[in-house]
């Protein structure tokens, strides 16, 4: 049996030759750089929202597993890193402060002080969400390839799955840099390069590659103690004295992200007392995979040989997503939680 081939280890494709290969799938993941998240799951800023925010389409149907999964795979990769800081979002007035959603406090001033002491100029009102998060996501996925392998995997970096092998109109399995790979499902995990792969089938898979910049900031260990999201900037640290930036979009130049990166970083140095010593290690603009309704995940072809999954917010949703696709193509059985997910097959 030739198995299942997964294409592209991001946090998606990651998690899901995990979750296939600790139930004893035969499976094959190909990824065309050099490591595990070289997309843009290595650009994320990763924070893990449990409430709030925005969850398009069938995201609402996952949503309420994410705590428990991430609880899991905490337990079952002893080595990764959930940081579970909560997180304080506020904007320019009081009046314009999102309602608060399950889980979610309105604080005022001296609450938001006791929670992130470095604040020059603290908020009157902010949002809190204890049970937020963070995660290294390059450490996550390379976590998620080192157990798969443990659990039998194999992973072949530097394969470049340059099409869909088909014969007479059945997928079999891929084409690569190397040499073809057969295979009884190929399972389309490469983030905005999906709609290209799939371009010889018939399945409506259209979505955005929508850039966004995170820079890397040297500072003070505990500088930042929660993920703070304010009008001028997104922060959190991601490893004692390693702070990650959401820099605001620009026009897509690279003096203009230079320009924007040293801005934000201003911008964190006049929020933050005791960060003169913050240093901008770097910045990288990463695409986004955005599919227009929410995720889509699901089978693109009717004889099931094609099956894809590409979300955004996938730091969020990986682990939920994995094992729920692990379980569809272990069982044969649709997954009900995915069923608003589903990539429309002409
Ligand atoms: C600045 C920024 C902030 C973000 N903040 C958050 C956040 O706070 N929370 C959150 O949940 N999400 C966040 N996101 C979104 C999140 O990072 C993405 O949803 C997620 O990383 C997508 O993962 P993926 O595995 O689908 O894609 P990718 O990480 O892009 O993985 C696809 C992989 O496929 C490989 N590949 C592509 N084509 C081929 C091919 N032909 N052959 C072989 N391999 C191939 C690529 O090299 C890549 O490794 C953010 C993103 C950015 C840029």
Redesign the pocket.
Known sequence: MSGVVV???????SSVTYHLARQGVPVTL????PA??????????????ESGGRWPGGAQDLHEYVRADYRRLESELPHITVRRTGSLSWADTPAAVSQPGPGQFRIGRRDITALEPHLVHPPEQAVHTPSDAGVD?TALSHALVTAACAHGATVLHD????SLQLTNGRVEGVLTSAGPHAATTVVL?????IPE?CAPLSADLAMAAAP???ARVAAPPGLVKTIVAGPDFEVREVRDGDLLL?VPHVADTAAAYEQAAQRALQHLKTAFQGSDRCRLLGYRT?R??MPAHGPVIGYATHDRSVYVA????????APTVGRLVADELVTSRPAPELRRCRPRVL
């Open positions: 294409v592209g280890a991001g946090i998606v494709g190909l990824e065309q750089g595990p998240a070289a997309g843009v799951t290595g650009d994320s800023f990763a924070w893990i929202r996501p394969t470049a799955v340059t995990t490469a983030g905005t390069n792969l966004a910049t995170l959401v990463g986004r995979p590409v979300m955004h917010s996938a730091i969020t949703l």
